[in-house]
């Protein structure tokens, strides 16, 4: 795979163990390992790639994002949010876009999906990489700025 790959924050907020997401296919690992992000509600509204690399796959609640090696990092926007069918959701680049970290991909409002019965937690997950390649550089319960250093890919 070649050097670590070092994931950022996505979104504002307090990092969670992806574990105690309320999602199976998340807190099982079944996509892969990584971690969540409790959105803010004042900051957590912009989300930003986590890893310079292509947007493969875009939706108003969800994105992907691959490195050139072929690492591709999963941020999701809330639970079940995909049943919003993109309302509330600004998208800000298209699919097939190559980005730089940080590149700010998809606004939206977490105390409006909260406020709509949902869970607004964004798992980030490291696509189809062991449990024992990623390593958490933000600790659960820590207050994590957008741009700030998630965890590591070996």
């Known amino acids: 795979?070649?050097?670590?790959?070092?994931?950022?924050?996505?979104?504002?907020?307090?990092?969670?163990?992806?574990?105690?997401?309320?999602?199976?296919?998340?807190?099982?690992?079944?996509?892969?390992?990584?971690?969540?992000?409790?959105?803010?509600?004042?900051?957590?509204?912009?989300?930003?790639?986590?890893?310079?690399?292509?947007?493969?796959?875009?939706?108003?609640?969800?994105?992907?994002?691959?490195?050139?090696?072929?690492?591709?990092?999963?941020?999701?926007?809330?639970?079940?949010?995909?049943?919003?069918?993109?309302?509330?959701?600004t998208t800000h680049v298209a699919q097939g876009a190559h980005v730089e970290r940080g590149t700010v991909l998809v606004s939206w409002d977490p105390a409006a999906v909260r406020a709509g019965g949902r869970s607004a937690v964004c798992p980030v997950v490291a696509l189809e990489a062991k449990p024992d390649a990623v390593t958490p550089l933000a600790e659960t319960g820590a207050w994590a700025s957008h741009g700030e250093e998630l965890l590591t890919w070996e």
């Open 1 to 89: 795979m070649g050097a670590p790959l070092t994931v950022l924050v996505p979104v504002t907020g307090t990092v969670v163990d992806v574990s105690e997401v309320d999602d199976p296919v998340f807190s099982a690992g079944l996509v892969g390992p990584g971690l969540a992000v409790e959105p803010d509600d004042a900051q957590g509204g912009v989300a930003v790639a986590p890893i310079t690399g292509t947007v493969v796959k875009l939706h108003p609640h969800a994105f992907v994002v691959q490195h050139d090696d072929g690492r591709a990092v999963l941020v999701h926007l809330g639970i079940d949010t995909v049943k919003l069918g993109g309302e509330g959701f």
